[in-house]
């Protein structure tokens, strides 16, 4: 089921841009093959709730902060708002879950797409829906020097999370870019849409079970499908 449309050529919408200064990365299934661990917790937790939910649903919330995703399946489930108590209990309680489960895998060719960034002299920011200090504090130790003190907006930063561009916009104003000179690296359909949003390009790497066609349709201006099939086009891009 994974994206093999394009056969890892990453054909894109628009040029990549000329000169780009800064890559703006989420985290969960782009630096981290977290993705997988993530969806047991919350499928865990929710099921505990006494709610009928599906494993691969929680690819799909993928990108929005826990608060949001919890809102949203009170709403549909219980027909109200979760609390602000609620909110942040069973974000916690979802946390546990993730924390028990072994140590995530890093993504195969993450650590080479960060070094060739770092080497063409393209600032780094890492943007990311999470609020996990377990796994955003294991990005320094994988990924040494990768990202400067700062150059972080995790779901503690930002009043609405993906899919709305704020993220992006904030990191683009840490980084002092442009749009234009932009590039979101995202894997999940709502992370694209912020990334679309936000007026960067924005090229997806499908690492789960979403097709290419939905990163599409959430606004990719490109899209490989792998990590190390970024990695590898990366140089060539970069000019
Ligand atoms: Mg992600």
């Known amino acids: 089921m994974k994206a093999d449309e394009n056969n890892g050529r990453g054909e894109a919408r628009r040029p990549f841009p000329a000169s780009v200064k800064a890559a703006l990365i989420d985290m969960d ?20 709730l006494g709610i009928k939910c599906s494993l691969d649903e929680f690819f799909g919330y993928e990108g929005m902060t826990g608060a949001a995703t919890i809102d949203l399946i009170f709403r549909r489930e219980l027909g109200r708002p979760a609390t602000e108590r609620e909110k942040v209990e069973l974000y916690a309680r979802k946390t546990g879950y993730f924390n028990e489960q072994p140590r ?12 060739t960034l770092a080497g063409r002299g393209v600032r780094r920011v890492l943007v990311t ?7 955003i504090g294991r990005l320094a130790a994988e990924f040494p020097g990768a990202f400067e003190e700062g150059m972080m907006v995790t779901s503690r930063d930002v009043s ?11 990191a683009m104003e840490k980084a002092g870019v442009l749009p234009s000179e932009a590039v979101v690296i995202e894997n999940a359909p709502l992370g ?9 390009f924005t090229v997806a790497v499908t690492t789960g079970p979403i097709r290419e066609s939905e990163m599409r349709a959430a606004g990719a201006d490109m899209v490989f499908p792998s990590m190390e099939a970024f990695a590898d086009a990366l140089p060539g891009l970069l000019g």
């Open 29 to 48: 299934g782009t630096l981290l093959d977290s993705m997988p661990s993530h969806a047991r917790a919350w499928h865990r937790m929710v099921s505990e």
């Open 104 to 115: 995530v895998p890093v993504m195969p060719g993450a650590a080479r797409m960060l070094e």
């Open 129 to 135: 829906g999470s609020g996990q200090k377990s796994t």
């Open 160 to 170: 609405r999370g993906k899919p709305d561009p704020e993220p992006y916009l904030l």
């Open 192 to 200: 694209v849409k912020a990334g679309a949003a936000s007026g960067a």
